[in-house]
């Protein structure tokens, strides 16, 4: 676009918009590449590693919270800080003991190790969510009231409980995702992986402006849909949500 | 009382060992140090510029505890004074935009918003401390209000309702120190997440600038030396490791006081 032959800023904007409609948002300055293709592959890039780490945490963390649930208290674990520990610090981990086992850690073997660094945390909010109502369920009325009518415990759990852990994982869903989001980063960068995370970043320190906003606007609009989605999806199966 | 004996005493020790260490071991004469492995000289090594990693260390675990400290103080005050305006708002439009707004930042990767506002608004120390703040405290006043909400059919108060006071002194003197407690452990719960992001701004280069260091840059300068000086890398994580396993005990402590 070019803006010195425009003398209005609305002007400027409405063409901001059209172009935003038919996804033209310039091309990046560092590469000289389309900005859409760039946040394209990006986002191709950093699927591999995040879309898997967050099918992980949640198979991980729901065993990991039934387990957990189970025990008859659920104290915070003194231990439990190395789930808050940044996922900067286990890449590099998993990078010098990578080369002192003598993995490829070029190879596609990266992916693997980001999918497990990436689920570190998300699983521990998995499996403290789980747990938590795990044990409020066996605790409460209906549960008793089921436990006495001649119910099993894991017909109980199948029949009645279902619905509430998936509103209960609906309602963390979007964090996980913004902090996987967020922090992708930290672990693509160590690992040569070039992501959302890693093109973001690499925009900002060259100040690439079309690659920056573009980045920010698309976010904005995933975040709205996954947003949307969700909401939408609570509103099917929550009876409470109006 | 006995654990703040045991940080008391842990942090004379800590100044004494850093005294012994500056005054005597740091002149103890050594010839080109550049990439110095750990060493009675140079307990935790030195970097690419001879700079001892140990006083370099000590600078940015200070500046890590400072951003914390200055964080967690506007955060806790700010987020309280938003939250208690968005509840005693007459103001319904005013009211609705500002919970839309603060609902909007809150569905937002925070440190992508920090990020771009330092971009707008420059690198430093001052600025991304800021900027944290800035970005952390839609979602303290978000709390503060729905905890605030949540109380507002409590028995005790519809009893001084009754008693005539107004609506000001309630939340003054009833309310908020009614909701005081889990506000405080939603803060601290927030620790983590603060020391996250500094160190992430700071591994961007958007922090601490140069002379000073930081946990988040010396380990961005680890990344280059990471087979060949391990110490660089390894010490700020270690550091970092024992800051989260001490703060988090801590925070438990407090939650099950």
Known sequence: ????????????YIQVLQNLITLDLGNSISSGQPVISEIKNGFAESFKSAFPALILSYIIGTLLGVKIG??????????????YVPMIVFSYLFLFMADKFGIDFTSEIKYVFAIIILAIYPTFIVSKS???????????????????SGFSKKSILKKFTTKYFAIEYLAFFENIAIYLFGFIYFVEAPFAIHGVGYKFVTGIQRFDYPLIIGFCIVSIILFSVINIIVDFIKQRIDTRVI | M???RHI????????????????FILSIPQGNASLSSPELRHWFGTDINGTDVFMKSIEAFGFEILTLLIVLVII???????????????????????LNFIHYMATLPILLIAMFLLIIFGAGFINSVLILTISIIPTQALFVYNQLQSARNEEF????????????????????PFILKKYNNYTFARIPEIIMMNLALNFLGLGIKEPYSSLG???????????SAWWLWVIPCLIILILYSIILNYAVHYRNK
């Open chain 2, 2 to 4: 006995r654990k703040l």
């Open chain 2, 8 to 23: 008391l005493l842990f942090a004379f020790l800590f100044a004494i060992i850093v005294a012994i260490y500056y005054f």
């Open chain 1, 130 to 148: 789980f747990s938590t109502n795990y044990q409020s369920l066996i605790t409460s009325d209906y549960y008793r009231f089921h436990i006495a």
């Open chain 1, 1 to 12: 676009m070019d803006v010195s032959q425009k003398t209005s800023i609305w002007e400027l």
């Open chain 2, 217 to 227: 840059r010396m380990l961005f300068d680890g990344l280059s030396f990471m087979f």
């Open chain 2, 157 to 176: 108060l519809i009893a001084k309702k009754s008693y005539g006071l107004s609506n000001t002194t309630i939340l003054r003197f009833h309310l908020i």
């Open chain 2, 76 to 98: 806790w005050f700010v987020g309280i004074l938003f939250g208690s305006i968005t509840y005693v708002l007459n103001w319904r439009a005013l009211q609705e935009f500002f």
């Open chain 1, 70 to 83: 189970k025990r008859s208290t659920n104290k915070n674990n003194k231990y439990d800080f190395i789930f």
